[in-house]
């Protein structure tokens, strides 16, 4: 019976991604009034008959809902529920799904072939293998903490830190940056603060870049398809962060120690990844389950790239944290409160 449940939420998560990509949610949610297929296939610009299929599997899915089930195919109308729309539409609410839940799937479902060759042979699966999909819903899915949460962490965590940081001139590193939501998060925490960006995927730098343009704060924000271990920019950071990252980092010691060369002799590197159990646990709760999938399906993957690979995983738990920290020459590492159900907070000293 588990099985089948699982099949049958994974059914209608592929029929989700559907509504995502398709923007059939957002043409439902944008809409003052219920709508027919024939009004959804023409805002959205696909097939009518695809379109009805659609709706009536998310009717009975109870995802929509209909305005009378007797009516004829063409003439019936669907309503989205306001609190339907804000988990299936892409947001900085709390409650949006749709990158975190949604559109992944489309990147594991690319990588699949690739994934089963991996495990064969014991060699990595690069990013770029999971496409457009994986990386638009990586970026997007801590979009809410890092809006939401993550100035608030850094003021009652390390209110040293915020204290520098609310001076004028002060410089932060977001290293693996991604499109960009940390960085233009700090920014607007510290509006006299400058904010480098820095990965080595172009695209996602692209996208940075066009995000901090929509959000103002291009100004200050400076994104770079750039090696953080660049000696020109050693020493020039008052806090350096690396984000729900280096678990999925090849070789994790060399990021660590290129974070570290970064921070200026007062500076503070901040760390967030993924909240596991301190100590291997089966049967595991929801949330270790989600973190062991998510490992299986890509980040393992992910660390398994290039010669020497650690090969680390998404379950990077506190003590490997704190002997990869050492080993990158940190003196200190200290576990911050975080109110986050799937990621800690780590502040590295030295």
Known sequence: MRMWKSLLATQELLTSYLGVRLGLYDVLAASGEPLTAAQVADRAGIAERYAREWLEQQAVAAI?????????????????????????????????????????????????????????????VPDSVFGIDWREGHSGANRSLFAHQLAGWIKESMPDVHETLSQPGRRIADVACGAGWSSVAL???????????????????????????????ADRVRFEARDAADPELAGEYDLVCLFDALHEISHPVAVLKACRSLKSPQGTVLLMDAKVATAFTAPGDDVERFQYCTSVLHCLPAAMVGEGSTGTGTVLRPQAVRTLAKQAGFSGMTILPATDGFHRLYRLAG
């Open 187 to 217: 920014a607007h925490a510290y509006p006299d603060a400058h904010i480098d960006g820095l990965d080595f995927d172009a695209d996602a730098i692209a996208d940075a870049k066009m995000l901090a343009e929509k959000e103002g704060v």
């Open 64 to 124: 929509l809902t209909v305005d009378d089930i007797r009516a004829q195919p063409g003439e019936r109308r669907y309503s989205m529920p306001a609190a339907h729309a804000e988990v299936l539409t892409i947001s900085d609410s709390p409650a949006s799904m749709a990158s975190l839940a949604v559109l992944p799937l489309g990147g594991i479902a690319l990588a699949l072939p690739t994934l089963l060759s991996a495990y064969r042979t014991g060699e990595g």
